[in-house]
Nanobody
């Protein structure tokens, strides 16, 4: 089974920056699309950003211009650089994989890791 281990979350002030990481094992990270998701208390999990095997990226409107997704295939790791953080960015952040960027939008039938908590507060 695929293993997804998120890390790097923490407490940051509004306007600050944070980078979260996702180490993937048991998965062909080099050829699969990868995505970052987040879930705030009482809300649905939502797709934040995606990156294809070829390096094409896509972002949700609410993070566009502030967040950057990237991958290091040699380390089997996907990153999400978060800048200009807002309190509404507070959530548990998860990563996941799919055969294509389109597949990342399907939430059902996925294995989820523990995620990493990001809290934006003064």
């Amino acid at each position: 089974q695929v293993q997804l281990v998120e890390s790097g979350g923490g407490l940051v002030q509004p306007g600050g920056s944070l980078r979260v990481s996702c180490v993937v094992s048991g998965s062909a990270c080099r050829i699969n699309a990868m995505g970052w998701y987040r879930q705030a208390p009482g809300k649905q999990r939502e797709l934040v950003a995606s990156i294809t095997a070829g390096g094409s990226t896509n972002y949700a409107d609410f993070v566009k211009g502030r967040f950057t997704i990237s991958r290091d295939n040699a380390k089997n790791t996907v990153y999400l650089q978060m800048n200009s953080l807002k309190p509404e960015d507070t959530a548990v952040y998860y990563c996941n994989t799919g055969r294509s960027a389109q597949a990342l939008g399907i939430m059902s039938g996925r294995y989820w890791g523990q995620g990493t908590q990001v809290t934006v507060s003064s």
